[in-house]
């Protein structure tokens, strides 16, 4: 194929373009993260006294408290973001707060698929998503997360209407798309 028939062919970025970008984009905040951290790392830690004083640690009994998962929540924060979805929200009258907790249980849907009170366990105790969206979710409640998926099923139709032409855009795919939830479906 020519360069200009790829061009004329090329309009739109193909799925792998975008993950491709997606790649280098993650690789080059890693990049910086790690050259911050060994920078950070690297400074000398300023003393109480003026005697150093220096302790051993037994790496072997080290423990990690609140641990939680943030790698999975990047890529899907950025999908978010790709696709508009929290401008979208906003513009249908979600404040911030329901914002967070419609994000929250979307993002915990794609990640970690459960019903609502799973949904609220992985978003105070799983998952760093709250410091990435600046949230709090140790505070949000189960009853909002049931409050703000009846309130997603009132917009359905214009959430669904809304992504599917944000794929269009994105991709350019002649292929349907179809939105199902079955979390709340026991078989």
């Known amino acids: 194929m020519t360069v200009s028939a790829r ?43 003026s005697d150093q004083d220096y302790h051993s640690v037994d790496i072997n009994h080290i423990e990690a408290l ?51 009170l799973q949904t609220h366990d992985w978003l105070q105790s799983r998952t760093g998503l709250g410091e990435l969206l600046d949230h709090d979710y140790g505070s949000t409640s189960l009853t909002r997360l049931y409050t703000i998926s009846d309130t997603l099923l009132k917009h359905q139709a214009a959430l669904e209407a809304f992504l599917a032409g944000q794929e269009q855009t994105l991709f350019a795919l002649n292929r349907s798309i179809v939105l199902y939830d079955l979390t709340n479906t026991y078989f």
């Open 7 to 49: 061009l004329k062919a090329s309009t739109k970025p193909s799925l792998f373009d975008l993950a491709d970008d997606l790649g280098q984009l993650l690789e080059a905040a890693a990049e910086r993260y790690s050259t911050l951290i060994i920078a950070k790392l690297a400074q000398p830690v300023a003393s109480a006294s």
């Open 66 to 116: 609140q641990a939680r998962s943030i790698g999975v929540e990047i890529l899907a924060l950025h999908v978010v973001m790709q696709l508009q979805l929290d401008q979208k929200l906003a513009a249908l009258g979600f404040n911030k707060i329901d914002s967070a907790a419609a994000l929250g249980s979307i993002i915990g849907r794609m990640i970690s698929p459960g019903s609502e």
